[in-house]
């Protein structure tokens, strides 16, 4: 229902780049925080101003247990993932001494009582470090060389290729062509890590337009599924939004709950297989057939609106707005043999309330619906 789109999109990417699942009750609530406090103010700003906030967000430092860091003590979980997942990736040149180093610099990152970012400068490992081609300073705030190695980190050039490339395969497809990305990490590196002019050139770029089909990933089935029939959600019924994330989990992306720090997966192999494809059926099913107590839809409104009209128009306008382009021939010939009717025949208006739910789950589930 938001009218940004893109945005949307962004903080939904984000927060799969810096994965926080909900794994236990303090995380479900920091993790929620970290969405509205972290990823929703940077999702379309600079990188290296996002990923000093992930690194600060409480839910991250509990998940990963850099609050538990100290000199003497260090744990290398949030290193380790920062430099892997969050920036070089784990071809980008690091060893496990450069892991080391880098928890050795964020001890005595933490936060306080009121889940606030806190430095705690006792527990902090102030020995000289070299990481990166990053030297640390010998004078100044040791919490500041934490951030400063931070933004050092955002601005290689291995981290703006890692994370060039997990865009374009999240935005164009599972192999994206090394020109793309070229074009993307020329454009983090003249505007400074700023995520906006990076996207800017991506849907600009011509393999961008003539990108291949991709299987959507559950999330985005269910959105779109959910608005092509005018589907809304009471926000205040408790009821409704439990059967809505129920429907989420059984279709196998239930919001944060991706166990491991990498994220739900972005390629059409974590997805595209017969489980998946039957559980989009069984919610199209739900969906189309006024079945889902989740969701109150329009389509029992178009279906009447069509009432009175020749079959041509009818699959023509449901396809137009459940499809949101033109009809198939292959699906044309699969609705009339669904209904057996000729294209200028006027169904009744019982025929048309028995078969318009089924005609909208074939738009809804048929090969090209489960792509974008």
């Given at each position: 229902?938001?009218?940004a789109?893109?945005?949307?999109?962004?903080?939904?990417?984000?927060g799969?780049?810096?994965?926080?699942?909900?794994?236990?009750p303090?995380?479900?609530?920091?993790?929620?925080?970290?969405?509205?406090?972290?990823?929703?103010?940077?999702?379309?700003?600079?990188?290296?101003?996002?990923?000093?906030?992930?690194?600060?967000?409480?839910?991250?430092?509990?998940?990963?247990?850099n609050?538990?860091?100290?000199?003497?003590a260090?744990?290398e979980?949030?290193?380790?993932?920062?430099?892997?997942?969050?920036?070089?990736?784990?071809?980008?040149?690091?060893?496990?001494?450069?892991?080391?180093?880098?928890?050795?610099?964020?001890?005595?990152?933490m936060?306080?009582?009121?889940?606030?970012?806190?430095?705690?400068?006792?527990?902090?490992?102030?020995?000289?470090?070299?990481?990166?081609?990053?030297?640390?300073?010998?004078?100044?705030?040791?919490?500041?060389?934490g951030?400063?190695?931070?933004?050092?980190?955002?601005?290689?050039?291995?981290?703006?290729?890692?994370?060039?490339?997990k865009?374009?395969v999240?935005?164009?497809?599972?192999?994206p062509?090394?020109?793309?990305?070229?074009?993307?990490?020329?454009?983090?590196?003249?505007?400074?890590?700023?995520i906006?002019?990076?996207?800017?050139?991506?849907?600009?770029?011509?393999?961008?337009?003539?990108?291949?089909?991709?299987?959507?990933?559950?999330?985005?089935?269910?959105?779109?599924?959910?608005?092509?029939?005018?589907?809304?959600?009471?926000?205040?019924?408790?009821?409704?939004?439990?059967?809505?994330?129920?429907?989420?989990?059984?279709?196998?992306?239930?919001?944060?709950r991706?166990?491991?720090?990498?994220?739900?997966?972005?390629?059409?192999?974590?997805?595209?297989?017969?489980?998946?494809?039957?559980?989009?059926?069984?919610?199209?099913?739900?969906?189309?057939s006024s079945?889902?107590?989740?969701?109150?839809?329009?389509?029992p409104?178009?279906?009447?609106?069509?009432?009175?009209?020749?079959?041509?128009?009818?699959?023509?306008?449901?396809?137009?707005?459940?499809?949101?382009?033109?009809?198939?021939?292959?699906?044309?010939?699969?609705?009339s043999?669904?209904?057996?009717?000729?294209?200028?025949?006027?169904?009744?208006?019982?025929?048309?309330?028995?078969?318009?739910?089924?005609?909208?789950?074939?738009?809804l589930a048929?090969?090209?619906?489960?792509?974008?």
């Amino acid at each position: 229902q938001s009218p940004a789109q893109l945005y949307e999109r962004m903080v939904e990417f984000w927060g799969d780049h810096f994965n926080v699942p909900q794994v236990s009750p303090p995380t479900t609530i920091t993790r929620i925080v970290m969405d509205h406090d972290t990823l929703r103010p940077h999702a379309l700003g600079r990188f290296d101003e996002l990923l000093v906030a992930t690194a600060q967000s409480p839910a991250m430092l509990m998940y990963l247990n850099n609050f538990q860091s100290s000199v003497g003590a260090i744990n290398e979980n949030y290193a380790r993932e920062l430099l892997e997942l969050h920036t070089v990736g784990v071809d980008g040149g690091y060893d496990e001494d450069d892991i080391v180093s880098v928890a050795r610099l964020l001890t005595g990152w933490m936060f306080n009582r009121d889940l606030e970012f806190v430095f705690v400068a006792s527990k902090h490992d102030a020995s000289p470090l070299s990481i990166l081609g990053w030297d640390r300073p010998t004078t100044g705030d040791p919490m500041a060389h934490g951030v400063d190695f931070l933004n050092h980190l955002a601005r290689l050039p291995q981290t703006a290729r890692f994370v060039c490339h997990k865009l374009a395969v999240r935005f164009v497809g599972d192999v994206p062509p090394v020109e793309l990305i070229d074009v993307m990490e020329a454009a983090w590196h003249e505007h400074d890590t700023a995520i906006a002019p990076v996207l800017a050139v991506m849907v600009s770029h011509a393999s961008f337009v003539d990108a291949p089909p991709k299987f959507n990933r559950p999330w985005d089935y269910l959105v779109q599924t959910v608005r092509s029939v005018g589907g809304t959600v009471d926000a205040a019924n408790r009821s409704e939004l439990r059967d809505a994330y129920g429907m989420m989990r059984d279709l196998g992306q239930a919001l944060f709950r991706w166990p491991s720090p990498d994220g739900y997966p972005d390629t059409d192999a974590a997805w595209l297989n017969a489980g998946a494809v039957l559980a989009r059926w069984d919610f199209a099913t739900k969906v189309t057939s006024s079945d889902s107590s989740a969701f109150q839809t329009s389509l029992p409104d178009k279906l009447a609106g069509l009432r009175g009209t020749p079959a041509h128009t009818i699959f023509d306008e449901l396809a137009l707005s459940l499809r949101h382009e033109p009809l198939t021939e292959s699906l044309r010939a699969v609705a009339s043999d669904l209904t057996n009717w000729a294209p200028d025949d006027v169904p009744s208006d019982d025929e048309l309330d028995l078969f318009g739910p089924h005609l909208a789950f074939v738009f809804l589930a048929g090969p090209n619906a489960l792509y974008r």
